[in-house]
């Protein structure tokens, strides 16, 4: 579990490598990744984009942009939370996503929200510690 807190709003991320639609003889790996935004500020705010990072085990990185995340643009009350699941894939057994959500406040005001970077394993993977 990844967690990161930007100005009250908190980005929790579970990712699972998902084995049956995985083919590692194919280069073929993918990752569901359930994500939770939790309010814990003050007030209302509204997800409007999301901008991800996605680089594969190669060091080959994607960028991919656009409105809200899987088809809504959630209004997030104080105390409110919103939780959903996405995946991705890769041609290698491991890798990294990090992005950020752009967040609108009650009052019209836009910021960025961290989304903490997290690593995408598999068991086909080899990990190298320096």
């Not at 100005?7 to 003889?25: C, E, H, Y």
């Not at 939790?38 to 594969?56: E, F, M, P, S």
């Not at 939370?81 to 836009?110: C, D, H, I």
């Amino acid at each position: 579990m990844y967690q990161a807190v930007t100005r009250g709003i908190q980005v929790t991320v579970k990712p699972q490598f998902l084995a049956d639609r995985s083919s590692a003889a194919d280069d073929r790996f993918f990752w569901a990744y359930t994500i939770e935004i939790a309010n814990l500020g003050t007030a209302t705010v509204q997800l409007k984009t999301r901008h991800w990072k996605i680089t594969d085990g190669r060091g080959q990185m994607q960028e991919v942009r656009g409105p809200g995340v899987v088809g809504e643009q959630p209004v997030l009350k104080p105390g409110d939370k919103f939780e959903y699941t996405s995946g991705v894939p890769l041609s290698t057994p491991a890798g990294l996503m990090t992005g950020t959500f752009q967040m609108v406040a009650e009052n019209g005001e836009r910021f960025d929200v961290e989304v903490p970077a997290f690593s995408l394993d598999s068991p086909h993977g080899k990990r190298v510690l320096h």
